[in-house]
Nanobody, 118 residues
Framework: QVQLQESGGGLVQPGGSLRLSCAAS????????MAWYRQSQGKQRELVAL???????TYGASVRGRSTISRDNAGNTVYLQIGDLQPDDTAVYYC????????????WGQGTQVTVVS
């Protein structure tokens, strides 16, 4: 069982930056994938960034080039640094984890609100 807690969201002006954090209740030993998704009211949830246990990363097209995902295994935490924020980035940002068990399990955090004020 894994619990995820996001933090770091808030209000920011266009062009600003934020660093989001996701703390896991368990070690990343059995976690092969961590990711950030976002969802605006009435819209489809979309991938922002993903990182695997071997360090490979994937970024959504909307944030590629201005985002960095990283993980700190010692602190059981994954981070998302996103810059040059625009009003279209306004959303609830959710942390995601995939645990390698049989069968595999997926977990979601409760989300942290990011609002870019135009």
């Amino acid at each position: 069982q894994v619990q995820l807690q996001e933090s770091g969201g808030g209000l920011v002006q266009p062009g600003g930056s934020l660093r989001l954090s996701c703390a896991a209740s368990k070690s990343f030993f059995n976690i092969d994938t961590m990711a950030w998704y976002r969802q605006s009211q009435g819209k489809q949830r979309e991938l922002v960034a993903l990182i695997t246990s071997d360090g490979s990363t994937t970024y959504g097209a909307s944030v590629r080039g201005r985002s960095t995902i990283s993980r700190d295994n010692a602190g059981n935490t994954v981070y998302l640094q996103i810059g040059d924020l625009q009003p279209d980035d306004t959303a609830v940002y959710y942390c995601y984890a995939r645990e390698i068990v049989v069968p595999a399990k997926e977990y979601w955090g409760q989300g942290t609100q990011v609002t870019v004020v135009s």
